[in-house]
């Protein structure tokens, strides 16, 4: 008997939406379930997804997500991948430690800006993830520590702040993909929305995980199911070992 659909394998199959109709792009997805979902958008949907090492290589197989690239394709050293992204033809999906209404991002620090009380990564190349290219994020664990009216510093840059500096027509903020349920920047002046939530969880429950008042559409449809293929090549090709319960557990 075939095991249930896991809220792991929705989310995954929600980041491997994120790649929907993008053509020839390179992929940078960053976590676990990213990872998956880059990997079955590879294998279904998207074939021509290009998946790097991270380092300078292009590949053409598509390992499991525990396992290292084999066959290499070309070499990618960053003179071409800043070229690359400069042209648009990249979708970044990255982690928060929080995110606020307008779609600011916080890698940096929890706290007064100039005393922190927590020190985190740091913004990294999270500012210049934000801009000439498609952005979303995915947040394993949906809570009002994550999801804050206002963050603490930003890192990657929402709507609100790009039209501020005229940097909009830069832009591409697609999505929020969490452990509840998929998110937008389609609420009013370009705040955060409700786009699906995944089965079993419901819209309160959405609702009291977030520390802002959430554009709320008259309709907010299930996330979809992953096919049986999807379900089939997450399970026996793509994460065999189930590192996605680490994520997003059973």
Do not use: K
């Not at 928060?96 to 209404?101: C, E, H, P, V």
């Not at 990657?156 to 702040?161: D, I, K």
């Not at 009013?188 to 819209?203: D, E, K, N, Q, R």
Request: hydrophobic residues 40%; proline residues 6%; glycine residues 8%.
């Amino acid at each position: 008997m075939t095991a249930p659909t896991t809220r792991a394998e929705v989310a995954a199959t929600a980041c491997s939406d994120l790649f929907r109709n993008s053509g020839t792009i390179l992929a940078s997805p960053i976590g676990v379930i990213p990872s998956i979902g880059a990997r079955l958008a590879r294998l279904t949907h998207a074939p021509d997804l290009l998946l790097s090492d991270g380092e300078a290589g292009l590949y053409a197989d598509t390992p499991a997500v525990d396992e290292p690239f084999r066959e290499l394709e070309c070499l990618f050293p960053y003179r071409e991948l800043f070229e690359l992204i400069a042209r648009g033809r990249r979708h970044v999906v990255m982690g928060a430690a929080q995110l606020d209404r307008h779609g600011n991002q916080n890698l940096s620090a929890i706290g007064d800006r100039d005393r922190p009380t927590r020190q985190l990564l740091g913004a990294r190349a999270a500012a210049t993830n934000t801009v000439n290219h498609a952005t979303s994020y995915w947040v394993a664990r949906h809570s009002t520590r994550v999801f804050v009216e206002q963050v603490d510093v930003v890192t990657g840059v929402g709507p609100a702040r790009a039209a501020a500096t005229g940097a909009s027509r830069h832009q591409d903020l697609r999505r929020v993909v969490t452990n509840l349920a998929v998110l937008d920047l389609s609420g009013a002046g370009g705040t955060m929305a409700l786009v699906s939530t995944h089965p079993g969880v419901t819209v309160d429950e959405v609702v009291a995980a977030t520390g802002f008042a959430l554009h709320l559409p008259a309709d907010i449809p299930d996330t979809r199911l992953p096919t049986r293929e999807e379900r089939d090549l997450i399970r026996t090709r793509i994460d065999p070992r189930g590192l996605r319960y680490r994520e997003v557990p059973a």
